[in-house]
């Protein structure tokens, strides 16, 4: 699994606006983790961690 990691152009304006960028990240998954890291009171990171569900096979189906 490769971590990817995206850097906000302008801090200032990031750390301005974390709240709505939380937003955009929990409204992106369907299922996993937004985690939010906090440093000397400052919101300095945001993670996301995102889970792929499959579904269960029918009872009838059998696995290959």
Same mark, same amino acid.
């Given at each position: 699994? *490769? +971590? @990817?990691?995206?850097?906000?152009?302008?801090? +200032?304006?990031?750390?301005?606006?974390?709240? *709505?960028?939380?937003?955009?990240?929990?409204?992106?998954?369907?299922?996993?983790?937004? *985690?939010?890291?906090?440093?000397?009171?400052?919101?300095?990171?945001? *993670? @996301?961690?995102?889970?792929? !569900?499959?579904? @269960?096979?029918?009872?009838?189906? !059998?696995? +290959?």
């Amino acid at each position: 699994m *490769e +971590n @990817k990691i995206n850097r906000v152009s302008d801090p +200032n304006a990031a750390n301005a606006n974390w709240l *709505e960028i939380v937003r955009q990240q929990v409204a992106s998954l369907r299922y996993g983790v937004v *985690e939010i890291i906090v440093h000397d009171s400052r919101v300095t990171q945001i *993670e @996301k961690t995102e889970r792929l !569900r499959l579904e @269960k096979p029918d009872s009838g189906a !059998r696995p +290959n």
